[in-house]
């Protein structure tokens, strides 16, 4: 990590969460904190910052990165970079805005906190390499010759 941060730990309903509050946000410190593992992460904004402006308080998202950055880890992700790029779910963001931040991104000096929880969903594979789909209920259903 490049800089200095509060780290603020708390545990809510058995759930582990942390705030991290910085000055001064790095591309690397983001992809440390939430980045490599694919945290979902709440970023908070500065104060007068066009992030603020342009997107509400907060925006919940994971950081988007391409397959062949994740697979390289560190040596594959561009740290020079002055933005980073979000993939939201947030349905109170309109298409537009989704682009925006998915493809052209946003400055990282906007930052002023992340809060996210350390949680990551094993995957599950079948033995030919077939990612395993959790919670699938099947329901026998005979057919009716009567309905059409």
Known sequence: ???N?????SLVG???FFEVWGECFSQEDL???VGKEQFMCTFGFKPDSDSLAKF???ITGVIFYSKD??????SGCNFNLPTIRIDSPMPDLNQSQREDLK???LLITDIAYLCFSPYKQIEEHHESGEKK???IIYIPYEDDPKID
Do not use: C, H, K, R
């Open 5 to 9: 941060f509060q780290i603020i730990e």
């Open 1 to 3: 990590m490049e800089n």
């Open 69 to 74: 950055e994740l697979e390289a880890d560190t």
């Open 31 to 33: 992809f440390s904190f």
């Open 56 to 58: 509400g308080q907060t």
């Open 103 to 105: 493809y052209g991104g």
């Open 14 to 16: 058995g759930i582990q």
């Open 133 to 135: 789909v959790p919670n």
